[in-house]
């Protein structure tokens, strides 16, 4: 059995790996580009 502090570090890979993935996933690198042209249209707004 894990102690709470090994368990605890072990969800929190957990939730970084899930994070790389979705980070990584091409729906949002296409979000992202969406993000950045909407930034820089409302800039010349």
């Known amino acids: 059995m894990l102690n ?4 605890n570090l072990l969800q929190i890979d ?5 994070l790389n993935e979705i980070v990584n996933s091409s729906d ?3 979000l ?3 993000f950045k042209k909407s930034c820089k249209y409302s800039k010349r707004l």
């Open 28 to 30: 949002f690198k296409d």
């Open 14 to 18: 957990k939730k970084i790996k899930l």
């Open 32 to 34: 992202s580009k969406t």
């Open 4 to 7: 709470t502090e090994e368990s």
